[in-house]
C-alpha cells in the first residue's frame, strides 16, 4: 500500500453559485482535475489519450467552499482494482477542513470499437502499485421512475462536450441541478434558492450527497433531451430526490441516474426543519 498522490486544485471565481459557496458540480469538476492529474502523471498516462470513461460517481459534501485563494487539496489513489474497471477514492481540503469525500468508477473504453475494454496487466500492475484501502461508500438505493416524475427538456451546449467528443461527465451534474432546482420550485414555490431573486437570503438549500451512474453516451444536438426528477425519501430537514436523463427520441431511453440528498439550511448553514407546505408538496409527488 503506498500514500495517496495530493494534487492542489486552484478555486475560479466563475465556480461560486448565487447561494455564496462553489457549486456542487464545481467540486465535481475539482476531482476530475485531480483524477486528470494522477494519470498522466503515472505509468497509466495513455488511458486518458486512448479513452476511458467514468461509470459512476459517488460524493459526500461535508461543509461548503468559500473562495479564496487557497486551493482546493485532493488527496487520491485507487482503492479497487479489478478486471476491466478501477475505483478511485478522494478526499478534498478547503482551509485545512475537510469538504468532500468521493469515489469514481472508471473502465477504459475502445471508442474505434464503441465498447469498454478490459485493463491489461501492465495497466491493473500500475493500480494495484498506488492502491490505498478505503471503505465504501453507503449506497443510496432509489427506485427506477419509469417515466415518472417532473419533466425538465435540456438542451446540450457546445462547450459541454470533451475531447472524446460527448457530453463530459461533469456536466450531467449540471443537468440533474438544473431539473432539480426548476422541479423543487414548481412543486412549492418557498423552495426557491437564495441568492435568486425574491427568495429569502436564509433559505438554503445544500447538496450533502450527490451519486450518478452513467448509464449511456450523451452527444451534442439540437433536440433536447429530458431530464425527470421526483422525491423518494424526506426527513426531518432534508429530501432524497432521484434522476433520470432520457432520450426522448428513444422512447426515453434512460442515459443516466442521479440520487440527490439535498438539506434544507438556515443563513448559517445549519440544518432546519422542511415547513408543512414544503413537506405537503414533496408528499404529493413521492414515488416509491
Not at 478490459?118 to 490505498?132: I, N, P, S
Not at 427538456?153 to 432546482?181: C, M, P, T
Request: hydrophobic fraction near 40%; include cysteine; charge should be negative.
Amino acid at each position: 500500500m503506498t500514500e495517496p498522490l495530493v494534487i492542489d486544485v486552484p478555486l475560479r471565481w466563475g465556480d461560486m453559485d448565487a447561494q455564496g459557496h462553489v457549486n456542487n458540480a464545481g467540486v465535481a469538476e475539482y476531482l476530475q482535475e485531480a483524477r486528470v492529474d494522477f494519470l498522466l502523471l503515472g505509468e497509466n498516462a495513455h488511458l486518458l489519450g486512448g479513452g476511458i470513461v467514468v461509470v459512476g460517481h459517488e460524493v459526500v459534501y461535508k461543509r461548503p467552499i468559500v473562495f479564496s485563494a487557497e486551493p482546493a487539496r485532493v488527496s487520491i489513489a485507487p482503492c479497487h482494482v479489478g478486471g476491466s474497471r478501477f475505483v478511485v477514492g478522494y478526499e478534498l481540503h478547503h482551509e485545512g477542513q475537510l469538504c468532500a469525500v468521493a469515489r469514481t468508477t472508471l473502465c477504459p473504453f475502445d471508442f474505434d470499437a464503441g465498447r469498454p475494454r478490459r485493463l491489461t496487466a501492465d495497466e491493473r500492475d500500475w493500480f494495484r502499485g498506488q492502491l490505498v484501502t478505503a471503505s465504501e461508500l453507503p449506497r443510496l438505493a432509489a427506485p427506477a421512475l419509469e417515466g415518472r416524475g417532473l419533466a425538465t427538456d435540456l438542451r446540450v451546449r457546445w462547450s459541454d462536450v470533451d475531447s472524446y467528443g460527448h457530453v463530459n461527465n461533469v456536466r450531467y451534474f449540471d443537468f440533474i441541478q438544473e431539473a432539480r432546482i426548476r422541479a423543487t420550485t414548481a412543486l412549492d414555490p418557498t423552495t426557491m434558492r437564495a441568492g435568486t431573486p425574491g427568495a429569502p437570503a436564509d433559505n438554503l438549500w445544500l447538496v450533502a450527497r450527490q451519486d450518478i451512474d452513467y448509464v449511456a453516451q450523451i452527444e451534442h444536438r439540437v433536440r433536447p433531451y429530458r431530464v425527470l426528477v421526483a422525491p423518494v425519501r424526506i426527513g426531518t430537514s432534508s429530501v432524497t430526490l432521484t434522476s433520470e436523463i432520457v432520450d426522448p427520441d428513444r422512447e426515453d431511453a434512460v442515459l443516466a441516474r442521479g440520487r440527490t440528498v439535498l438539506v434544507h439550511a438556515d443563513g448559517a448553514g445549519r440544518p432546519t426543519p422542511l415547513t408543512g407546505a414544503t413537506r405537503a408538496a414533496l408528499e404529493s409527488a413521492l414515488v416509491s
